[in-house]
């Protein structure tokens, strides 16, 4: 039932585009936890070509997606349907972390809605773009976005977010080095 691609095609991207939710999975190279992260937000996801994808890292409680791709680049993006059409769409490839002091960066974040509190951009080069059916995913609709995570950080100043970051980004829960200290620093809003 399922099919793999060899690109990002017109129709997965439109597909890719509709769904208000994405998760991550990353894992470290040996032992540990590993981690599965939902994203939401609907102008946080980018098709960069057909093969290579982003999306915001926005502050969080945790750093594991950064700290797991520091050490290994292993990183499995899925996106599920939960309206009348069931598929599920898994993008399996290698991620790097983008963040305010790369060159790359300010190009990357103008793919992107206006958001507080974007600590990276995560790109992702696909190695394999599968599918499979997604029968057993429930129907359910969306009542709206939560805005929650953008006026937490909008109440943040500079310093804030320094000390927010230094106390829960530095490393991953196995130990992991997540941001370093001087990786701590919002990024600059764009508009």
Not at 62 to 70: D, F, N, Q, S
Not at 110 to 118: E, K, L, S, T
Not at 132 to 141: E, K, L, T
Request: with cysteine; net charge negative; charged share 25%.
């Amino acid at each position: 039932m399922g099919k793999a691609y060899e690109q990002i095609d017109s129709d997965l991207r439109a597909f890719i585009e509709k769904q208000p939710v994405f998760f991550v999975a990353t894992a470290p190279a040996e032992g540990g936890r590993v981690n599965v992260s939902p994203k939401g937000y609907s102008d946080t996801f980018a098709v960069l070509d057909e093969r290579t994808v982003a999306y915001l890292d926005l502050d969080g409680s945790g750093i594991e997606t950064v700290a797991h791709l520091r050490e290994n680049g292993r990183i499995t993006v899925m996106f599920c349907s939960f309206d009348r059409r069931a598929l599920i769409l898994r993008l399996y490839g290698t991620g790097r972390v983008v963040t305010p002091h790369d060159a790359e960066f300010p190009g990357l974040l103008a793919r992107f809605g206006p958001h507080p509190g974007v600590r990276s951009v995560i790109v992702v080069d696909c190695e394999r773009i599968s599918d499979s059916c997604g029968w057993g995913v429930p129907r359910m609709s969306l009542d709206e976005e939560r805005s929650t995570l953008d006026r937490w950080a909008v109440r943040q100043d500079v310093q804030k977010t320094r000390d927010y970051r230094a106390k829960h980004n530095r490393t991953s829960i196995d130990g992991i080095p997540g941001l370093a200290a001087g990786e701590t620093d919002p990024a600059t809003a764009h508009s």
